[in-house]
């Protein structure tokens, strides 16, 4: 998987091992409760054995809430909190279903994916459909599993507490068989249930208005007809208010969540709605505040879970999510547009173009790896891109009679996923204003030139939005524009953009060159044009001019895409600091340009060039062929 952020990672362990000692501390209390409320029942006289039996129970009982709650988090905390067997002997019967337990499960596992409420990442979790007692357990593993879709059927053992399995993957789960293609496509027949709780029964939604958010005219089903054109639809039924046996939660684990899931599946049979008969479930809570996700969203499985949120764009993102797909995420690699992963960071949704990476009640369309992924695009409607020439693709929002989506090999990299690889590809696409990207207000510059992307080709990986401006901070024009170009130096992959209206941008492809801001180069030769001008350009970082053997040499991104190292062959008038202000009048200046990508590509590209005083701010110049 691609890089993350370290200093999240950082700040995030710091957290845990402060709390970490106080759950030592809660968990050894219990532990020593228990161990003198079994001394005192154990001891009690006849008469008083029914009252000691009681305050055993509840104590054992609330020993397992807690242990369950801390399961997921530290399984390995869990792990090492367990009775003794001695203890665990001599516990009455009663007891005995709430302590620790040996288990050994086959059943399908279920890849379950949480969406936090501030955009924050949060761990995945699995559980276990076990074939057996066709009950949910709740999974924690020490070390996790790579299996990242629903549906693998394994045989696992571990150590339980009522529906919370504690085990290791690297030692206790045996595959069985991998998930099975499931259909992105057809009539998603699903069922909602509106749950509250005993001890709290508000209803903030009527059924009409989820059926009307899930079925209605801007809809659920409205998005993903749009989306695929007409290849995947919603429809189904919305129970009335479900009251489950529990009071709100304190805590917020996934054993809870299977308890209350399975009680509300129970009732809408009550009222009516076979739970079997639908093959999506969705489970719309009323808030609860111990839970800081909004939704969970099973990858490639049935269920999808709400907290509190009655909008589309999160119904439409944990559908996403049960379609099999993962976030669509943007591929940061700082003033370049793409770099070798080690120096990029793929963040956490922010591709704002594609609900699978910016959820809103005024959603826009999937991104084009994503329409790729779930089959909507025929093979008429791709074009795999092997050799150099020019391509135009119609607008991603509505079937085209040819081309929407180009795919472009990027031969340096690949994932491996469940043991397979899977190779990375460009994916180029273009958004218009149509339907549902008109209603999200697709910026003007989103629509003006291709969309860039990476993606691997498996269902359930993210996609990488690339920024084909990068440094700026400005995200709606990472799309290209007439003339601008993306090129990935390492692969000598360049595509630029040649035109693009209403119906089409036109793209061209070049393989084993890398063409410098258009104009200025010889295509064919990597040579400058004599009298080219090279357009307006930016030093992104003026502190990174250095002094080296003798030379200055400082990089320059053209047109935000590329970069060429300059080397002054001389430079008269020049006194202090490289591109200060407080230069008069056009100074000339003689430069060495090797562009660097060139210069692997056509051996030495050093020419002369005249570079014009700095035209604001010091920084900005332009520099042209003499
Ligand atoms: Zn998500």
């Known amino acids: 998987m691609r890089s993350t952020i370290g200093v999240m990672a950082f700040s995030l362990a710091i957290f845990v091992s402060i709390s970490f000692f106080?759950?030592?501390?809660?968990?050894?209390?219990?532990?020593?409760?228990l161990k003198s409320a079994l001394v005192t029942y154990q001891s009690a006289p006849v008469a008083d054995k029914t009252k000691a039996?009681?305050?055993?129970?509840?104590?054992?009982?609330?020993?397992?809430?807690?242990?369950?709650?801390?399961?997921?988090?530290?399984?390995?905390?869990?792990?090492?909190?367990?009775?003794?067997?001695a203890t665990l002997g001599t516990m009455p019967v009663e007891a005995k279903q709430f302590l620790e337990r040996e288990v050994a499960l086959k059943g399908t596992l279920r890849?379950?994916?949480?969406?936090?409420?501030?955009?924050?990442?949060?761990?995945?979790?699995?559980?276990?459909l076990n074939i057996v007692d066709k009950q949910e357990y709740a999974l924690a593993f020490v070390n996790k599993p790579t299996y990242s879709l629903s549906g693998t059927v394994v045989s696992l053992s571990g150590v339980a507490i009522e529906n919370m399995v504690v085990l290791d993957a690297s030692?206790?789960?045996?595959?069985?068989?991998?998930?099975?293609?499931?259909?992105?496509?057809?009539?998603?027949?699903?069922?909602?249930?509106?749950?509250?709780?005993?001890?709290?029964?508000?209803?903030?939604?009527?059924?009409?208005?989820?059926?009307?958010?899930?079925?209605?005219?801007?809809?659920?089903?409205?998005?993903?007809?749009?989306?695929?054109?007409?290849q995947t639809s919603f429809s189904g039924d919305v129970t009335t208010w479900i009251t489950v046996p529990y009071n709100m939660p304190t805590s917020c684990d996934?054993?809870?969540?299977?308890?209350?899931?399975?009680?509300?599946?129970?009732?809408?049979?009550?009222?009516?709605?076979?739970?079997?008969?639908?093959?999506?479930?969705?489970?719309?809570?009323?808030?609860?505040?111990?839970?800081?996700?909004?939704?969970?969203?099973?990858?490639?499985?049935?269920?999808?879970?709400?907290?509190?949120?009655?909008?589309?764009?999160?119904?439409?993102?944990e559908l996403g999510h049960n379609l099999g797909l993962h976030h669509a995420n943007f591929f940061d690699c700082g003033q370049l547009a793409i770099a070798p992963y080690s120096s990029c960071s793929s963040l956490e949704y922010r591709d704002y173009y594609d609900d699978m990476g910016s959820t809103s009640d005024f959603p826009f369309q999937f991104n084009g790896p994503h329409k790729f992924a779930l089959g909507w695009l025929a093979t008429s409607n791709t074009v795999t891109v092997t050799k150099a020439g020019t391509y135009t693709i119609a607008p991603l929002e509505k079937l085209a009679n040819g081309p929407q989506i180009l795919r472009i090999k990027k031969p340096d990299t690949y994932q491996i996923i469940d043991g397979k690889r899977y190779d990375d590809y460009y994916y180029f696409s273009y958004r218009q204003p149509i339907g549902f990207d008109a209603d999200a207000l697709l910026p003007p510059e989103m629509a003006a030139g291709a969309s860039v992307h990476i993606w691997s080709g498996y269902i359930a990986d993210k996609t990488q939005f690339i920024d084909t401006t990068p440094g700026d901070g400005i995200r709606p024009n990472s799309a290209l524009r007439d003339g601008a170009q993306f090129a990935d130096p390492i692969n000598k992959i360049a595509i630029k953009q040649l035109k693009h209206d209403a119906n089409g941008?036109?793209?061209?492809?070049?393989?084993?060159?890398?063409?410098?801001?258009g104009k200025a180069f010889n295509e064919t030769t990597g040579k400058p044009i004599v009298g080219a001008t090279i357009e307006t350009c930016q030093v992104a970082n003026p502190s990174t001019v250095t002094n080296s053997l003798g030379n200055f040499f400082f990089s320059v991104p053209i047109k935000g895409q590329f970069c060429v190292k300059i080397n002054p062959v001389s430079q008269p008038g020049l006194s202090g600091p490289f591109l200060t202000t407080g230069f008069e009048g056009r100074v000339k200046y003689e430069f060495q340009i090797a562009g660097w990508d060139c210069a692997v590509l056509h051996g030495c590209n050093s020419w002369q060039t005249t570079l014009d005083r700095p035209v604001d701010n010091g920084y900005n110049f332009k520099y042209r062929q003499p």
Not at 25 to 30: G, M, N, P, Q, S
């Open 22 to 33: 106080s759950k030592v501390t809660i968990a050894e209390d219990y532990n020593t409760n």
């Open 53 to 85: 039996l009681i305050d055993l129970v509840s104590v054992t009982q609330a020993r397992a809430v807690y242990m369950k709650s801390i399961a997921e988090d530290n399984p390995g905390l869990f792990l090492s909190l367990l009775l003794d067997s």
């Open 111 to 128: 890849f379950v994916h949480y969406d936090t409420l501030d955009g924050s990442v949060f761990p995945d979790r699995y559980s276990l």
């Open 171 to 230: 030692r206790t789960v045996t595959l069985v068989s991998p998930a099975l293609p499931f259909s992105t496509k057809g009539v998603q027949k699903t069922l909602v249930m509106l749950i509250n709780f005993k001890n709290n029964t508000n209803q903030p939604f009527t059924p009409a208005y989820i059926r009307e958010h899930f079925f209605g005219t801007r809809s659920v089903d409205a998005y993903y007809r749009e989306n695929s054109f007409n």
């Open 254 to 317: 996934s054993a809870l969540l299977s308890d209350f899931k399975q009680s509300a599946r129970n009732e809408a049979i009550k009222q009516g709605f076979n739970p079997d008969n639908y093959n999506r479930l969705a489970y719309l809570f009323i808030r609860m505040g111990a839970c800081i996700w909004g939704g969970t969203g099973q990858i490639g499985g049935p269920e999808s879970v709400y907290n509190g949120e009655g909008g589309i764009g999160v119904f439409i993102h």
């Open 505 to 517: 941008v036109t793209l061209q492809v070049f393989y084993n060159t890398v063409q410098v801001a």
